[in-house]
């Protein structure tokens, strides 16, 4: 497995900006012709990815510090990429993060490494609000990507700012955020007007988390909806300790060929 930090000039954002890239690599278990180290090689095939958004206040090596993300990827042999996002959803910054995610951050890994473009094979979500905007950039592109996922992400961004950004003097009041491109809810019905494949959906969230209300009222929608949605719930609030479990139910969730052992006793067992 390599895991690379890469900084790239964003156009978007007119500034450079940091990436994390968990790659699995093909190991010869015979190494060298003397027997001394094992040799690694790049995959010949473009390998499945998934984009992988941090949350607010965090950073795009999140991931790797509190979860053991590298090596879930290399047993399913999944290339994960992980950049950095300002938390946007509380800032002026929306458009100029969101471009990023969707259109920058795609063009610039495939320039660099052989990883899939097929919508099968291409897989986003996120935490908090990186779920949110995962959400967003997959329901507003789902012929890119074939499954979505979100660990505690206020996903009904109209509901998020009417509960914490209602006094906000510098951003956009709640109800003007209804119908637009922002609000997923508006995305699904979009979507399904116009006879879209929609992704596959999966949610998690604590029970004593802040946005649990939220999430039990996206899941009860996008049930209503007829979505192919999976849903998972456990004690929990709003930390590491159940994004670094939860992690786990979604890479597992994706659809993944390759896998060497239970990631679950993987992760647990600490090896």
């Known amino acids: 497995m390599a895991v690379m930090r890469v900084t790239v000039f ?56 509190h979860t053991r993300i590298s090596d879930l990827a290399e047993r399913k042999h999944l290339v994960v990429v992980m950049p950095s996002v300002r938390d946007f959803t509380s800032s002026r910054c929306d458009v100029e993060y969101y471009r990023w995610v969707s259109e920058e951050l795609p063009a610039f890994v495939r320039n660099i490494l052989p990883i899939s473009e097929k919508r099968e094979k291409n897989f986003i979500a996120g935490l908090s609000m990186g779920g949110y905007l995962s959400y967003r950039v997959a329901l507003n592109h789902c012929e890119r990507y074939s499954h979505v996922g979100s660990l505690s992400s206020p996903l009904d961004i109209v509901a998020d700012y009417r509960a914490r950004h209602a006094n906000s003097k510098t951003l956009a009041s709640a109800d003007s955020l209804i119908g637009t491109d922002r609000d997923i809810r508006a995305l699904v019905e979009n979507a399904l007007s116009q006879g879209k494949q929609l992704p596959k959906m999966f949610q998690a969230c604590g029970t004593e988390d802040f946005t649990w209300e939220i999430n039990v009222d996206m899941r009860d929608y996008f049930r209503e909806k007829g979505l192919d949605l999976t849903w998972k719930e456990g004690p929990g609030i709003h930390n590491w300790d159940f994004w670094s479990e939860h992690i786990v139910d979604l890479i597992q969730w994706l659809p993944l060929e390759k896998e060497t052992e239970d990631v679950h006793k993987f992760q647990k067992e600490g090896k």
């Open 10 to 65: 964003s156009r978007a954002l007119r500034a450079t900006t940091d990436i994390h890239i968990a790659y699995p690599l093909i190991r010869n278990q015979f190494g060298d012709p003397e027997g001394r180290e094992p040799i690694y090689t790049v995959p010949r095939e473009p390998l499945p990815v998934l984009w992988l958004i941090h949350g607010g206040g965090d950073n795009y090596g999140d991931w790797i510090y």
